[in-house]
Nanobody
């Protein structure tokens, strides 16, 4: 079953911007954490950002701090990732994920194993 659907990926030049969306389809984000991860060919999946739905608390990977912003829309049951000042090294497949319950460990929420539900991913390509 499809639980979340990502959209908004595409091809942009370095310095450009994209906004990714993660819409829940068969679950609700209430009492969950929602994270964004990315994976480039031949590389490990890496944490990008996350948000705790109930509190709005956020956390970012050092590589994207100051450039990316994660946010939520309660009415639409959707999480967004605004990506500015994009660099070629940001090129990857971006996936959103949700935990079963609401976790409080900052460290644990950077690990993909902490998330139960995953979307199919959307491709982001940044040219130089």
């Amino acid at each position: 079953q499809v639980h979340m659907v990502e959209s908004g990926g595409g091809l942009v030049q370095a310095g450009g911007s994209l906004r990714l969306s993660c819409a829940a389809t068969r679950i609700t984000f209430s009492r969950r954490n929602i994270g964004w991860f990315r994976q480039a060919p031949g590389k490990e999946r890496e944490f990008v950002a996350r948000i705790t739905w109930s509190t709005g608390s956020t956390n970012y990977a050092d590589s994207v701090k100051g450039r990316f912003t994660i946010s939520k829309d309660n009415a639409k049951n959707t999480v967004y990732l605004q990506m500015n000042s994009l660099k070629p090294e940001d090129t990857a497949v971006y996936s959103c994920a949700a935990t079963v319950g609401s976790l409080s460990s900052v460290a644990a929420l950077t690990y993909s194993r902490s998330y139960n539900y995953w979307g199919q991913g959307t491709q982001v390509t940044v040219s130089s």
